[in-house]
């Protein structure tokens, strides 16, 4: 995660706040509540709804109360998310393979399926 922390540093995103934005790129375009971001989160933040304030802060997010029940809000991406992603879409892959690369196809295989046993297990 230091590797992960220190790429987007510059672009003055947390790792959580990644986490957040790739989330919502994968629910687009009908975004999540908040509840359900929660759900989706590698590691868990008590605050999500400041997390959000801070990303809805620098248009990376926009949220909006639904029509058909007017107690939920729904998150998405925004364009400007969207495109910082992308931006950062490179420079991460490059930085996974520069750790994980090394072990190559078969093992990195492995390692996902006994990941994915161990938080089966977890959750």
């Known amino acids: 995660m230091q590797g992960v922390a220190a790429a987007l540093k510059p672009m003055g995103l947390s790792p959580t706040q ?3 934005l790739r989330i919502l790129r994968g629910a687009e ?6 509840r359900e971001i929660a759900e989706r989160m590698i590691t868990r933040d008590p605050d999500i709804t400041r997390l959000l304030d801070r990303l809805e802060h620098r248009a990376l997010v926009a949220r909006s109360r639904e029509r058909a029940d007017r107690r939920v809000i729904t998150t998405r991406i925004t364009a400007e998310g969207l495109q910082l992603l992308k931006d950062l879409d490179g420079p991460i892959a490059a930085l996974h393979v520069a750790q994980l690369g ?3 196809g078969q093992k990195l295989r492995s390692l996902t399926d006994l990941l994915e046993a161990a938080r089966t297990k977890a959750g």
């Open 102 to 104: 090394h072990l190559g």
């Open 18 to 20: 990644y986490n957040v």
């Open 29 to 34: 375009p009908d975004g999540l509540a908040c």
